[in-house]
């Protein structure tokens, strides 16, 4: 296997190697080093449900399978965040089969730092914004999630989702402006 | 620039990829443009909530147990990994041959009997059930598994089942259920529902097939539709009368106004309209003319009342259902009759509002996720009436319901514990619903909160001990989450000034200070601790905590103080 050096440095590359080849040691170091990007990712299109742990397991036991596959040509990072993306989507996918309903049923983490009314309030506005979130076609919901919650570039989704740059700016664009409407009375 | 080209160019804007041309104009325009001001507004207010909205930390011991799981998933080694995809390779073929073989037995069983007349054994199901194993399904898919009579179908928190019965009739059996096979053959199918919740949908059954459920105070059978209709002319134009004998039917009239009509009623139609009232029965005999009627299929479910022999659901005109939430259009008409309460509510209605969520919450054909909103929908309403032990109460029920998500079930018990606490002014009663948080849902979202919120109550009450107690627990099983350096804190100063231990105090101001050397606690700490040293006595270590103080925190809120104290120790030395 080998892996060019333009996206990853040395040690990266060598981990990545070791990995592929199954050395246990190594895959923990990544897994460790990771661990808390892929759970963010699929915390925000899940939200902090009981299917989280399952599908951040699922995402390394996927980057695991498809290591060998890993050339070097993009991130490492994004290499990964294709792979939380894709598990979250099955998992999305497979809720709505289950529940039968576009599922208003997750919840985000709610913010700590302030005081007691000011974060009742902000709670209860990042609660109706998550549960908005989801109702929206899982297309938007993927650029939504990693441009505006995640901080990724456009270059970048468009590199982790394979769409074109136009394809992503469009997408985000009706996102917004679907949630947006639908939040029209919190946002003004 | 105008508004068009505003909301065209508006992400791009907000995002930071617009030229400078643009950004200027866009400026100038919402300068004077109040709507396009709101919109980018909005839009900026929205991205700005997506970006804040955090996720819960994970504990040293949640991530090691995931990593394990996902080593067990792989094998500890390369060979270890082929062998265990190759043995999985291999167990698949196996299964699908297997599986393939018994389709075919079963499909040849089947076959043969309905065509030699014979019955089906009890002791075996007639058609296989298909069986999502407990617990993830994502891993494994779903297993075939076959189910015999007396076979128990058990679910654990988090799992559900689904039992494929006949032909197109399953059960779906929600987590933490039981359900028993009493009797299955093609004219039989007798369920039993020991405990929890199950979704049931039955196919049409023919003429003398039983379909029932049992629990354990109740039965619910499965009955045809039987019913007459009436076309009689009036001075409105035709009238069609609907008597339902048996079942249940949608009656639906030109103009889109539909009803279910029930077993023992009738309803008519005159025109194109409903009629407003239910008519008298009229007797049965064969409808004279053809007329749209859309048969409802499965049929509500009704109220039971036992025989005299309890061996025969007799059906009654049910209290509970809402009757126009046909299944399949469950969410359409939720989000519909959610809009139409809160529409009433505004208007100031508000105890028809209440009336639609309290049907909603008593459905039994919407998912829990739909019925748990519409309970929060409730108990908000009655917090803003500032009704707010109705309120506590919608939230206790909240809590005590099962087949709710635990996050919901956490999420209400919050809510209730922050009702008591504040609104209600019942300290001993928020204390309790702080407890029980801790105690249930030591993994919820506000953990961290209930504990804080928890010391606090008991400092008010000025139960000291029982506050050193809530953030001792705290810092022992959750080291590290945000806010136990804030908690470390608060149990070193209860130290000091409930206790008089200023050893404890001492050892948790130095844990501080080395864990979060950049915390906002650490100064107070660094501070603190070199008071409790010179409270101990201990002068020569107290004097260098102090000058440490003054070297780490030159413009720090205790300087003074601290450069004083260390000139008095210098003053004291010197005599």
């Known amino acids: ?188 | 620039m105008n508004c068009k080209l505003v909301h065209k160019h508006g992400n791009d804007y907000i995002d930071g990829y617009a030229s400078s041309l643009i950004v200027n104009d866009v400026q100038t325009h919402l300068d004077s443009c109040q709507e396009c001001a709101k919109y980018i507004g909005a839009i900026k207010r929205l991205k700005t909530i997506l970006g804040d909205i955090p996720v819960p930390e994970k504990t040293d011991g949640q991530w090691k147990s995931i990593h394990e799981n996902v080593l067990t998933s792989l094998g500890t080694n390369k060979k270890d990994i082929v062998l265990k995809f190759t043995k999985k390779v291999s167990h698949l073929q196996m299964f699908a041959t297997a599986a393939a073989l018994v389709l075919m037995f079963v499909s040849v069983s089947f076959v043969y009997n309905q065509f030699s007349g014979k019955k089906s054994s009890h002791s075996q199901l007639l058609y296989p059930s298909l069986v999502a194993m407990q617990g993830d399904t994502s891993k494994d898919g779903n297993k075939a598994e076959l189910i015999k009579v007396n076979g128990v179908v058990s679910t654990t928190p988090g799992s559900m089942s689904l039992l494929k019965t006949d032909s197109a009739s399953t059960i779906e059996i929600a987590e933490l259920s039981k359900l028993v096979i009493k009797q299955y053959s093609e004219s039989n199918q007798v369920y039993v529902l020991e405990a929890g919740s199950v979704q049931i949908h039955v196919n049409k059954r023919k003429v003398g097939q039983v379909y029932v459920l049992e629990t354990p105070n109740a039965v619910c059978k499965v009955v045809g539709t039987r019913f007459t209709v009436d076309v009689v002319q009036s001075d409105r134009g035709s009238k069609t009368v609907l008597t339902v004998a048996e079942g249940c039917v949608l009656f639906k009239g030109k103009n889109g106004d539909s009803v279910f009509v029930h077993a023992g009623s009738s309803r008519s139609i005159t025109g194109e309209e409903l009629d407003p009232s239910e008519v008298a029965l009229s007797t049965i005999k064969e409808p004279e003319s053809t007329v749209e009627i859309v048969v409802a299929n499965p049929p509500l479910p009704v109220k039971t009342k036992n025989t005299k022999d309890n061996s025969v659901a007799v059906v009654d005109e049910p209290d509970v259902v809402p009757a126009e939430i046909p299944v399949e259009n469950s969410i359409k008409v939720y989000n519909e009759r959610v809009r139409e309460s809160e529409s009433l509510f505004r208007s100031g209605d508000s105890e028809m509002a209440f009336s639609i969520l309290q049907q909603l919450i008593d459905s039994l054909l919407l998912p829990p996720g739909l019925v748990y909103e519409a309970y929060m929908k409730k108990a908000r309403f009655q917090k803003s009436l500032k009704k707010y032990s109705e309120a506590c109460q919608t939230l206790e029920a909240v809590v005590g319901v099962n087949k709710f998500k635990t996050e919901h079930r956490a999420n209400a018990l919050y809510l209730l514990s922050e009702l008591k606490r504040i609104e209600l002014s019942d300290g001993d009663g928020a204390i309790a619903r702080y407890r029980q948080y801790i105690k249930e849902f030591s993994n919820g979202l506000m953990i961290s909160e209930a504990y804080f919120t928890l010391a606090e109550l008991y400092h008010a009450k000025k139960e000291f001990s029982e506050e050193i107690r809530v953030y001792k627990e705290f810092v022992e099983a959750y080291g590290n989450l945000p806010g136990i350096d804030r908690a470390m804190y608060s149990l070193a100063q209860l130290y000091t000034t409930t206790q008089n231990d200023c050893a404890k105090a001492v050892g948790l101001y130095a844990h501080i200070e080395s864990k979060y050397p950049n915390g906002q606690f650490t100064e107070d700490a660094l501070f603190w601790k070199a008071n409790c040293l010179q409270n101990q006595g201990k002068v020569v270590l107290a004097a260098d905590a102090y000058k440490d103080y003054c070297v780490r925190y030159p413009e720090g809120r205790w300087i003074s103080e601290a450069r004083g104290r260390i000139i008095d120790k210098e003053s004291v030395g010197r005599r």
């Open chain 1, 1 to 188: 296997m080998s892996i060019d050096n333009q996206y990853i440095d040395d040690n990266e590359r060598l981990r990545i190697t070791k990995a592929a080849q199954g050395d246990k040691q190594a895959f923990s170091e990544i897994f460790f080093s990771y661990k808390t990007m892929v759970y963010r990712v699929v915390c925000k299109f899940l939200g902090a449900s009981e299917n989280t742990d399952d599908a951040v397991q699922q995402v390394f036991i996927e980057l695991f399978k498809s290591l060998p596959g890993y050339r070097g040509n993009a991130k490492f990072t994004t290499w990964l965040y294709r792979i939380a993306v894709n598990v979250s989507i099955q998992y999305i996918r497979k809720r709505r089969r289950d529940s039968d309903v576009e599922s208003l049923n997750t919840e985000f983490h709610i913010d700590r730092t302030q005081n007691s009314g000011a974060r009742v309030e902000k709670n209860e506005l990042q609660m109706q914004v998550a549960s908005a979130l989801e109702t929206i076609h899982i297309r938007k919901r993927i650029v939504v999630v990693l441009h505006d919650m995640e901080g990724r570039t456009m270059e970048e989704i468009s590199d982790i989702t394979g769409l074109p740059l136009g394809t992503v700016k469009s997408r985000l664009f009706h996102g917004r402006e679907e949630l947006r409407v639908k939040l029209k009375k919190l946002l003004e």
